[in-house]
């Protein structure tokens, strides 16, 4: 059996090589850490996710830098040495939601459709979010994507509707059609 271009571009990115990705990454790691793309990189995810090529439809690449965030505790006199730890993770949001808020932050007039990664190195991660102009007409009219034109729509990212936001939060279960919130353990609680 045949298979067509967004097959064998999905399978290149399964494992994708050094030489595929080393000279993007050090290009990428010189320039800001919000970009406008020309095209996406990964062809075949992004229309997975509902990029087309056409008018009121954008691509930003976004760099975040990795590791936990660690911080220090505070250094007051009179408490218990081993209280005195450093907090390991600050945030509790996965970082494609992060990417995705930081484009909408500098893109104040798209609205986040979705995201997903292209690389990472010793020190950044990389994504690049799909963003939707609402006001175009052209995304008016398109049946996959008018919805987002309503108003109930306005700032997906920060108010974490977007699928990596739901993700984080624990709305997107597969193992039974319920919403997860509540937990499992509050439905046992109330004999559900």
């Not at 909408?104 to 990389?126: P, T």
């Not at 509707?161 to 624990?170: D, Q």
Request: proline share 3%; charged share 35%.
């Amino acid at each position: 059996m045949a298979h067509g271009m967004y097959y064998h571009l999905r399978e290149l990115w399964k494992k994708p090589t050094r030489e595929l990705t080393q000279e993007k990454l050090i290009e990428w790691r010189r320039g800001d850490s919000v970009v406008e793309v020309e095209k996406p990189l990964r062809l075949d995810r992004a229309r997975a996710l509902g990029y087309k090529a056409k008018k009121g439809i954008f691509v930003a690449r976004v760099r975040l830098i990795r590791g936990g965030r660690r911080r220090q505790r505070h250094g007051v006199k009179g408490r218990k040495a081993g209280r005195k730890q450093t907090i390991r993770k600050m945030l509790k949001m996965n970082y494609k939601w992060v990417a995705e808020i930081r484009a909408a932050s500098k893109y104040k007039n798209l609205e986040v459709l979705n995201s997903y990664w292209i690389g990472k190195d010793g020190k950044y991660y990389f994504f690049e979010v799909i963003m939707v102009d609402p006001s175009r007409p052209e995304i008016a009219s398109d049946k996959q994507l008018g919805w987002i034109t309503r108003g109930t729509n306005k700032k997906r990212a920060e108010r974490g509707l977007t699928s990596a936001a739901r993700k984080s939060r624990g709305l997107r279960s597969r193992s039974h059609n319920l919403k997860v919130r509540p937990s499992l353990r509050a439905w046992n609680r109330t004999g559900k």
